[in-house]
């Protein structure tokens, strides 16, 4: 016969996972700077978050991520120091299209702030926050 008050976790027969989910890989065929950015999503999120369902999506976001970060560290400095207005111009809107295509990459795998939440429920989260920059 059992004694007065909890069980323990032991006594309850509790099943805990000790299999560790593993997190997606990136493909073999990606590119170091676009695999570096797969590894940085990926941690990001629960280990089990991106199905295989997801991982082309996953793969374009980051080529699209790698060629902005390459437009933006290599390409355009340059231009600017030619002083190459017309030019810069064109790699701005480039930029601008890239931009664009990561935006709707992310909302559609569902990793931005505005895509996890109902428009109630962003409100709602927004008004509760983390900590502010401020009190650090």
Same mark, same amino acid.
């Given at each position: 016969m059992e004694g007065p008050g909890r069980r323990s976790v032991n006594a309850r027969g509790t099943?805990?996972?000790?299999?560790?989910?593993?997190?997606?890989?990136?493909?073999?065929?990606?590119?170091?700077?676009?695999?570096?950015?797969?590894?940085?999503?990926?941690?990001?999120?629960?280990?089990?978050?991106?199905?295989?369902?997801?991982?082309h999506l &996953?793969?374009?976001?980051?080529?699209?991520?790698?060629?902005?970060? !390459? /437009?933006?560290s290599? #390409?355009?400095?340059? &231009?600017?120091?030619?002083?190459?207005?017309?030019?810069?111009?064109? !790699? /701005?809107?480039?930029? #601008?299209e890239e931009s664009k295509l990561i935006k709707m990459l992310s909302t559609s795998l569902r990793i931005t702030n505005r895509s996890k939440y109902q428009p109630r429920g962003a409100w709602t989260a927004s008004k509760r926050g983390g900590p502010k920059p401020w009190d650090n």
């Open positions: 099943v805990v996972n000790l299999v560790p989910v593993q997190r997606s890989e990136p493909a073999n065929y990606l590119s170091a700077d676009e695999a570096a950015v797969w590894r940085k999503i990926v941690a990001s999120q629960p280990p089990d978050y991106f199905g295989a369902e997801t991982h &996953l793969e374009s976001l980051c080529r699209h991520v790698a060629m902005m970060q !390459w /437009l933006d290599t #390409r355009l400095p340059v &231009l600017r120091q030619q002083g190459k207005d017309a030019e810069v111009r064109a !790699w /701005l809107a480039e930029m #601008r």
